[in-house]
């Protein structure tokens, strides 16, 4: 299990933005594939966004297309997520998961990825 670690969660209200950081530590990020996944309560986790390693190609959930926005930062050694105009269905727990891939790869389904970190919980008031 690679050490990943997900920040910037909270509490805010429709309309506002946040923006999630996927650490790692101690090895770079830059052969991974990178996915943003939610779980709410009650539901299956599924696919918000996902970036390739050389992060030329991203895909996003037709439910947030507009309105977040998946990067990488290589010399942060990070993968950012941008949640603006959020909602109240955006209220989950968002798990960054990542698996190693060549010629840029990329897929966005859960059980494509074997390295998650803990989740970090977004609350969304309406």
């Known amino acids: 299990q690679l050490p990943l670690v997900e920040s910037g969660g909270g509490a805010v209200q429709a309309g506002r933005s946040l923006r999630l950081s996927c650490a790692a530590s101690g090895f770079t990020l830059d052969y991974y594939a990178i996915g943003w996944f939610r779980q709410a309560p009650g539901k299956e986790r599924g696919g918000v966004s996902c970036?390739?390693?050389?992060?030329?190609?991203?895909t996003y959930a037709d439910s947030v297309k507009g309105r977040f926005t998946i990067s990488r930062d290589n010399a942060k050694n990070t993968v950012n997520l941008q949640l603006n105009s959020l909602k109240a269905e955006d209220t989950a727990v968002y798990y960054c998961?990542?698996?190693?891939?060549?010629?840029?790869?990329?897929?966005?389904?859960?059980?494509?990825?074997?390295?998650w970190g803990q989740g970090t919980q977004v609350t969304v008031s309406p």
């Open positions: 998961a990542a698996e190693v891939a060549g010629g840029d790869w990329l897929q966005c389904n859960s059980d494509e990825y074997d390295n």
């Open positions: 970036i390739s390693s050389s992060g030329r190609k991203t």
